[in-house]
């Protein structure tokens, strides 16, 4: 008889990414981290039948071939193609470019098993199956359903599991597809490697029936005491409970009732709060309770705004000394993703005497995040909208928008975190203002405490393009103007840093957000010779005292701590698929211009609170 494996096929909708549960380090529940079986499926074989029909989709409801049914042959006779018990194991969370050597170019389909038990330790209680991120496309199944789709490499997405789960022998099938497509965010052509994979923690989390899924803890714009925001409930009961804010080390507990929508509006004052900042980066032990659990969070509260060319921090004017960073090892290569590889990043602008980073060009893990407000970094979080982006596309644009959101649903609560960048050295037109104005528009919506930016487009004029000025449009939408420049390094020679003269005319804080050149580490020669230590030094030398000929420079996040893989870099002996702007070298050595940024933080944190 013909094994009719019935596919329950849940709409995505039913089992949906429509819910980001917030902190869930803080949650309880079981990871499921560890090894799992994989298989390279570049045809995706295990997704479309050979007329190309998806065999998770309606119009095609029984069959044993899509690998997410993980199906074992019941008899000697049955023909099953696949076997993931039999195939190779990788680790989760880490790209597959970096622990397969034959997956260190692969874009395309990897499939993902992992089987687990579990005992819920109520039986009322839900469990959702959490994802850190995936890169790029992700198609999620446990025992054979389908829970849903996700796009986007840097950012989480939770999907409800209690229906599905048994106690004993469930399977957790993911498709992850990181191949490029111009109407994605970002596009097909970006400056760093594609890493794909599982590439960050995936974790089962167990709630009361009725749960507190998110929450917004921060304080009112422009306020030293008065915290506003909201504890959202979920489940049947979460229209007129009770739930309690209590905030250690205040006086302050309080009870609130939520509305029919399962929220309550939080409006409170708290006299003396102790602020965080980067000289004193304290965080408050924050609890949020109902009669069925207590959630705990640390929590860190600060005012961030500008007011003409300063950038107020708890109302005193700051300088952001900062650096940029890509989310990668380069000692252990590949993806970073643990708060092992979020201590050595950090770790290391501590020592570059930064109290603040620009984590380029996509949102980071949270471990980057959490560390940041227990080590006072003050931190730029960035959207993946990159260059040569879709504009046009409606599709590409709520995708863009789709992951800002959970950007901002993820981290809203952070101190640390005071920008949020929409774009990065994209070209001006008409329809990408729209799109970054849409975008602005969106995340201040979901949060106005925090404050907007994008790196602009600069242009030159006069004799020579020498004086330079910001011509971007969205600079009028910004909170603080930034731009990258390259001179001495695309534009010339570190010598024509001295002829440039800045004529920005917006009365805004300026953020360089990137400058810098390539030097191999350990390469020496004279200052003039390309690749050198010496020739990165003296670019350094000279970008820096041009920039601090800039009035209403406010900070600056130089390109960038440590170098980086990208497959635009060939140069044999030199890049070797290596970004080399690092001040750190893929060994985790110094460069000599590390000590140039670090001694010119060091007088300008003398000039500055
Ligand atoms: C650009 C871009 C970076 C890139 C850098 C470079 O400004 O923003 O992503 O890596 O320049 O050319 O190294």
Avoid at 31 to 57: A, C, H, K, M, Q
Avoid at 438 to 465: C, F, K, P, Q, Y
Wanted: hydrophobic fraction near 35%.
């Amino acid at each position: 008889m013909l094994r009719v494996v019935v596919l329950l096929i849940l709409s995505a909708c039913t089992y949906g990414n429509d819910l980001l549960i917030q902190n869930i380090p803080g949650r309880a529940g079981m990871t499921l981290n560890g090894t799992w079986n994989y298989i390279v499926d570049p045809y995706e074989n295990g997704f479309y039948n050979y007329r190309y029909i998806p065999f998770d989709s309606t119009s095609n409801p029984t069959t044993s071939q899509g690998y997410f049914v993980n199906q074992k042959p019941a008899h000697k006779s049955e023909r099953i193609e696949y076997d993931f018990d039999k195939s190779d194991r990788i680790n989760v969370p880490g790209d597959w470019n970096y622990q397969k050597e034959k997956l260190y170019y692969y874009e395309g389909t990897v499939w993902y098993k992992k089987s687990f038990d579990y005992q819920k330790s109520q039986a009322d209680h839900r469990v959702f199956l959490t994802f850190g991120a995936a890169n790029y496309q992700t198609d999620v199944y446990v025992n054979a359903q389908k829970l849903g789709a996700h796009k986007g490499g840097f950012t989480p997405f939770h999907y409800e599991i209690t229906d599905i789960l048994k106690e004993k022998d469930n399977f957790v099938v993911v498709k992850v597809d990181n191949k490029r497509h111009q109407d994605e965010v970002p596009t097909v052509n970006t400056d760093w490697w594609n890493f794909g994979g599982i590439t960050r923690d995936v974790t089962l989390v167990e709630m009361p029936s009725t749960f507190i899924s998110d929450y917004f803890i921060q304080l009112e714009k422009g306020s030293k005491n008065r915290i506003k925001g909201y504890i959202q409930l979920n489940g049947p009961n979460k229209a007129g409970q009770a739930v309690t804010l209590e905030i250690s080390g205040t006086r302050l507990k309080q009870k609130f009732k939520t509305d029919n929508r399962g929220r309550a509006v939080v409006d409170v004052s708290v006299k003396k709060l102790k602020l965080w900042s980067p000289d004193d980066p304290f965080l408050y032990d924050v609890s949020l309770s109902t009669d069925e659990e207590i959630v705990h969070d640390q929590i860190g509260f600060r005012t961030i705004a500008t007011k003409g060319q300063n950038i107020l921090l708890n109302g005193e004017s700051i300088f952001l000394r900062g650096i940029s960073i890509h989310e990668e090892n380069p000692i252990r290569g590949g993806r970073a993703y643990s708060m092992d590889d979020a201590r050595l990043l950090l770790g290391w602008a501590k020592e570059l005497g930064c109290n603040y980073v620009r984590l380029a060009h996509y949102p980071h893990n949270e471990n980057m995040v959490r560390l940041a407000d227990e080590m006072g970094i003050l931190v730029w979080e960035e959207n993946p909208v990159y260059w040569t982006i879709s504009w046009e596309n409606k599709m590409t644009y709520a995708t863009a928008q789709q992951q800002l959101s959970e950007l901002i649903s993820r981290d809203k609560n952070r101190a640390s975190v005071i920008i949020w960048s929409m774009a990065n050295e994209t070209p001006v037109s008409q329809a990408r203002m729209e799109f970054l104005v849409n975008l602005r528009t969106h995340a201040l919506s979901m949060d106005d405490t925090r404050l907007i930016s994008a790196a602009l487009e600069v242009h030159g004029e006069g004799e020579g393009g020498l004086t330079r000025k910001i011509s971007d449009p969205f600079a009028e939408y910004v909170d603080v103007l930034s731009f990258n420049q390259y001179v001495g390094w695309y534009d010339g020679l570190p010598d024509k840093c001295d002829q440039i003269n800045w004529a920005i005319d917006q009365n805004k804080p300026v953020i360089i957000s990137e400058f810098g050149g390539g030097a191999l580490q350990g390469l020496h020669g004279d200052s003039l010779t390309i690749w050198t230590e010496e020739f990165q030094e003296y670019l350094y030398e000279e970008s820096i005292e041009m920039l601090r000929r800039i009035p209403q420079l406010r900070g600056a996040t130089p390109w960038i701590l440590a170098d980086f893989h990208s497959p635009r870099r060939v140069l044999p002996g030199i890049q070797d698929g290596w970004n080399r702007k690092g001040l750190i070298g893929d060994t985790g050595a110094k460069k000599k211009a590390f000590y140039v940024l670090q001694n010119f933080y060091l007088e300008i944190a003398k000039e500055f609170k």
